[in-house]
């Protein structure tokens, strides 16, 4: 079976990552705001030892429940700088509950984050070929640009760039990744 190159094999968390869900397209509003957290505390740094942590972030943020999230209070946010089993950056766990309550704002907007997100390609998945490393493209520049002026932040263009990668809207496995087009072929 052949994977992108990028895989750790000796990581049976980033494999199963890549063969499960990696490129897959979602549509659940509880599975995309779980990306959009873990996305944006990969900011400096790599998605394998933010991945390794994802129990224990799915454990103290409440099953990535973001109504309980964007109700977090000084207390909650001091409890997660202090928990060593994640990424304990106070700029990010906050950005994380401002992120909670703007995901809401546009749920109300559109019904559900689903159809905000997918509204952008128009309920098409972008697919890419090759071996080509992208890092941004016009589609992650202007999603950026709108969760930035909505409030989000840590949603620069490389992190939405590598958020539409994992909840499938882009489609980057490597041409010859069994796994191209979300499943074994």
């Not at 992190?159 to 499938?168: E, F, N, R, T, V």
Request: glycine share 4%; net charge positive.
């Amino acid at each position: 079976m052949r994977r992108c190159f990028w895989v750790n094999l000796n990581n049976p968390n980033y494999v199963e990552y890549h063969d499960k869900e990696w490129g897959v397209p979602s549509y659940d509003d509880t599975y995309l705001f779980e990306m959009l957290l873990l996305e944006s505390f990969q900011a400096g740094l790599s998605w394998e030892c933010v991945l390794n942590k994802r129990r224990d972030f799915e454990k103290v943020f409440d099953l990535y429940d973001y109504h309980k999230i964007s109700n977090y209070d000084k207390k909650k946010i001091e409890e997660l700088i202090n928990n060593k089993n994640i990424i304990r950056n106070r700029r990010k766990i906050i950005a994380a509950i401002e992120n909670a309550k703007v995901f809401l704002e546009i749920q109300k907007e559109y019904g559900s984050f689903s159809n905000y997100i997918w509204s952008f390609t128009k309920n098409k998945i972008i697919v890419h070929s090759g071996k080509r490393v992208y890092t941004h493209n016009s589609l992650s520049d202007k999603i950026s640009r709108d969760l930035q002026k909505r409030g989000m932040k840590f949603v620069g263009t490389t992190i939405i760039y590598s958020y539409l990668q994992a909840i499938g809207m882009i489609d980057d496995h490597d041409f010859d990744c069994s796994f191209k087009g979300g499943c074994v072929c």
